[in-house]
C-alpha cells in the first residue's frame, strides 16, 4: 500500500494532484487545514475491507445520506444556542449544495421557554465555527470532486453520443450549466450530426442582439470596463462611424479617465481629425454639468478609466454614471483574449451602474469565445458590437449571431478536453440549482 500526503491553497487543487499522482483509484484516508491551505492524504491499494462499496450509485447515495445526517445534527446543535448565533448558523450552512440523492429540508426548531431571570451564556469561540465551516466546505468540495468524476465516468458509459457532444461543447468554451441547457434541448436526437447542427442552432438564439444599433438610437453612451479591454479604440470606431454617416455636427465626445498617462490627449487628437468637440471630467467634477452643453447632440460619446475594484474611484465613477440626470446607457467592453475570471470580475465590477449591453473586442486575437458567450448569455447582456481588429472604423462590426456562432467553432480547441477536466466542470454543476447532468 502506497501513502502521500498532498498539500495545496484549497481542496479542489489537492484532489487534482492526487490524480494526478497516484490516479483515480487513489482513496482519500485524511484531510485537515493547515497554513495557507489544506493537506490530504491518499493511499493507493488501500486495504478493501476499508473502502466503500464499489458499486457507483450505492456509494453514492450511502455517502450523502450520512453527510446530510451529520449536517442537520450539527445545524440542531447551532440553532439551539439562542437567537445571537441565529444569523451565523445561516451563514454557514447558506452555501451548502443541496444532495443529488435527496434535498435537504431546514428542520424547524421552536424556541424553549425562557427562564425569568437566564444565567448568562458562555460565548462562543469563533475559532469553534471557523473550524466547523472549515470542515463542511472540505467535506462538500471533497463531495463534489467525487460525484463529479461519477456523473461523468457514468454519462460515457450510458450516453456515449451525449459525452462527444459534452467533449464538443468544451472544446468552444462555454460553461458546464450552458452545456447542460444546450443538451437538454436535443435529448431527443439521436443522430449526431443533427444534434450538434442545433445545438449550434440553439446556441444563436440564445444570444441577445439590440434591435436598434446603438448609436441610431442616440443618446449619452458610456464605454466601461477594465483598462486594456480597448475602451478609447471602440469609441474611437463608433464616433468615425458616426461622423462618416451623418458628419460631426451631432456628437461629442468626453473623457473620464484622468488616470492614464496620455488618455485625455489620445482623445484630443481623435476629437481634432473628425471634428468633433472633446470634453474632459476631472474625478470630483459633476458629470451632469459637464453633460448639460452637450445635450443638443445626437450622439455623446464617453470613455471612462478602467479601475481595480477595490479602487474607490471607481465607485464614484459609477455613480456618477448611474446618476438620475444622466440616463447614460452603459456598455461594457470585454476583450475575448481574457480569461474567464477576468470577465467575470469584470462584471460584477460594472454592473453597478446597469448595463445596457456588451461590446466584444479583439475577436482577431482570440482563441476561444466560449468564454464571453457564455457570460452574455448567462447574464442576459445584448451584444451590441464587435470589433476584430486596430483599423478605424472598418474593423467595427454588427453582430450577427449564426456568425458569431460560427466563428465561435471555427477557433475551438484544437485538442479534447481531458478526462480530468471533464470532471471537474461535472463537480461545477453540483454549484448551480439543476443538478443532473446527464
Given at each position: 500500500?502506497?501513502?502521500?500526503?498532498?498539500?495545496?491553497?484549497d481542496?479542489?487543487?489537492?484532489?487534482?494532484?492526487?490524480?494526478?499522482?497516484?490516479?483515480a483509484?487513489?482513496?482519500?484516508?485524511?484531510?485537515?487545514r493547515?497554513?495557507?491551505g489544506?493537506e490530504?492524504?491518499?493511499?493507493?491499494?488501500?486495504?478493501?475491507?476499508?473502502?466503500a462499496?464499489?458499486?457507483?450509485?450505492m456509494?453514492?447515495?450511502?455517502?450523502?445520506?450520512?453527510?446530510?445526517?451529520?449536517?442537520?445534527?450539527?445545524?440542531?446543535?447551532?440553532?439551539?444556542?439562542?437567537?445571537?448565533?441565529?444569523?451565523?448558523?445561516?451563514q454557514?450552512?447558506?452555501g451548502l449544495?443541496l444532495?443529488?440523492?435527496?434535498?435537504l429540508?431546514?428542520?424547524t426548531?421552536?424556541?424553549?421557554?425562557?427562564?425569568?431571570?437566564p444565567?448568562?451564556?458562555?460565548a462562543?469561540?469563533?475559532?469553534?465555527?471557523d473550524?466547523?465551516?472549515f470542515?463542511?466546505?472540505?467535506?462538500?468540495?471533497?463531495?463534489e470532486?467525487?460525484?463529479?468524476?461519477?456523473a461523468?465516468?457514468?454519462?460515457?458509459?450510458?450516453?456515449?453520443?451525449?459525452?462527444?457532444?459534452?467533449?464538443r461543447?468544451?472544446?468552444?468554451?462555454?460553461s458546464?450549466?450552458?452545456?447542460?441547457?444546450?443538451?437538454?434541448?436535443?435529448?431527443?436526437?439521436?443522430?449526431?450530426?443533427?444534434?450538434?447542427?442545433?445545438?449550434?442552432?440553439h446556441?444563436a438564439?440564445?444570444?441577445?442582439?439590440?434591435?436598434?444599433?446603438?448609436?441610431?438610437?442616440?443618446?449619452v453612451?458610456?464605454?466601461?470596463g477594465p483598462?486594456?479591454?480597448?475602451?478609447?479604440?471602440?469609441?474611437?470606431?463608433?464616433?468615425?462611424?458616426?461622423?462618416?454617416k451623418?458628419?460631426a455636427?451631432?456628437?461629442?465626445?468626453?473623457?473620464?479617465?484622468?488616470?492614464?498617462?496620455g488618455a485625455?490627449e489620445q482623445?484630443?487628437?481623435?476629437?481634432r481629425?473628425?471634428n468633433?468637440?472633446?470634453?474632459?471630467?476631472?474625478p470630483?467634477?459633476?458629470?451632469?454639468?459637464?453633460?448639460?452643453?452637450?445635450?443638443r447632440?445626437?450622439?455623446?460619446?464617453?470613455?471612462t478609466a478602467?479601475?481595480?475594484a477595490?479602487?474607490?474611484?471607481?465607485?464614484?465613477?459609477?455613480?456618477s454614471?448611474?446618476?438620475?440626470?444622466?440616463?447614460?446607457?452603459?456598455?461594457?467592453?470585454?476583450?475575448?483574449?481574457?480569461?474567464?475570471?477576468?470577465?467575470?470580475?469584470?462584471?460584477?465590477?460594472?454592473?453597478?451602474?446597469?448595463?445596457a449591453?456588451?461590446?466584444?473586442?479583439?475577436?482577431?486575437?482570440?482563441?476561444?469565445?466560449?468564454?464571453?458567450?457564455?457570460l452574455?448569455?448567462?447574464?442576459?447582456?445584448?451584444?451590441?458590437?464587435?470589433?476584430?481588429?486596430?483599423?478605424?472604423?472598418d474593423?467595427?462590426?454588427l453582430?450577427?449571431?449564426?456568425?458569431?456562432?460560427?466563428?465561435?467553432?471555427?477557433?475551438?480547441?484544437?485538442?479534447?478536453?481531458?478526462?480530468?477536466?471533464m470532471?471537474?466542470?461535472?463537480?461545477?454543476?453540483?454549484?448551480?440549482p439543476a443538478?443532473?447532468?446527464g
Open positions: 500500500m502506497q501513502v502521500k500526503r498532498f498539500f495545496a491553497a481542496m479542489r487543487q489537492a484532489m487534482k494532484l492526487v490524480r494526478d499522482e497516484l490516479g483509484d487513489a482513496a482519500i484516508i485524511g484531510n485537515r493547515i497554513a495557507g489544506v490530504l492524504t491518499a493511499a493507493l491499494d488501500y486495504t478493501p475491507s476499508a473502502l462499496p464499489r458499486v457507483p450509485n456509494e453514492l447515495e450511502d455517502e450523502l445520506r450520512k453527510t446530510a445526517s451529520r449536517i442537520v445534527s450539527a445545524q440542531a446543535e447551532l440553532s439551539m444556542r439562542g437567537d445571537s448565533d441565529a444569523t451565523t448558523n445561516r454557514l450552512f447558506a449544495p444532495t443529488a440523492a435527496e434535498p429540508v431546514e428542520p426548531f421552536v424556541e424553549p421557554p425562557r427562564p425569568a431571570a444565567a448568562p451564556a458562555a462562543v469561540d469563533q475559532r469553534v465555527f473550524s466547523m465551516r470542515e463542511l466546505n472540505g467535506l462538500r468540495e471533497l463531495l470532486v467525487q460525484l463529479g468524476s461519477l461523468w465516468n457514468q454519462l460515457q458509459g450510458s450516453k456515449p453520443q451525449q459525452a462527444n457532444l459534452w467533449r461543447l468544451q472544446r468552444i468554451g462555454l458546464g450549466p450552458l452545456s447542460r441547457d444546450l443538451l437538454a434541448l436535443t435529448t431527443e436526437i439521436d443522430e449526431p450530426r443533427q444534434a450538434w447542427r442545433m445545438l449550434l442552432a446556441l438564439r440564445m444570444i441577445v442582439t439590440p434591435e436598434i444599433e446603438p448609436l441610431e438610437e442616440g443618446g453612451i458610456a464605454m466601461v483598462a486594456g479591454m480597448g475602451k478609447t479604440t471602440t469609441l474611437a470606431k463608433l464616433a468615425a462611424r458616426y461622423v462618416l451623418y458628419g455636427h451631432n456628437i461629442a465626445l468626453v473623457s473620464m479617465d484622468s488616470y492614464r498617462i485625455q482623445l484630443k487628437t481623435l476629437g481629425i473628425l468633433v468637440p472633446v470634453t474632459h471630467v476631472d470630483g467634477q459633476s458629470l451632469a454639468n459637464a453633460l448639460d452643453p452637450l445635450l447632440k445626437r450622439v455623446v460619446l464617453i470613455d478602467g479601475l481595480q477595490s479602487d474607490p474611484a471607481l465607485r464614484m465613477q459609477l455613480e454614471l448611474a446618476g438620475r440626470g444622466i440616463k447614460s446607457k452603459n456598455y461594457l467592453v470585454l476583450a475575448t483574449t481574457s480569461q474567464k475570471q477576468v470577465l467575470t470580475a469584470a462584471y460584477h465590477s460594472y454592473k453597478r451602474c446597469g448595463l449591453g456588451c461590446i466584444l473586442t479583439k475577436l482577431d486575437e482570440t482563441a476561444s469565445l466560449g468564454e464571453v458567450l457564455s452574455a448569455i448567462g447574464h442576459a447582456l445584448p451584444v451590441a458590437y464587435l470589433t476584430d481588429g486596430p483599423r478605424i472604423p474593423d467595427l462590426h453582430p450577427r449571431r449564426h456568425q458569431l456562432v460560427s466563428r465561435a467553432v471555427s477557433v475551438q480547441m484544437q485538442d479534447e478536453p481531458s478526462e480530468e477536466a470532471a471537474d466542470m461535472f463537480a461545477d454543476l453540483y454549484h448551480s443538478k443532473r447532468v
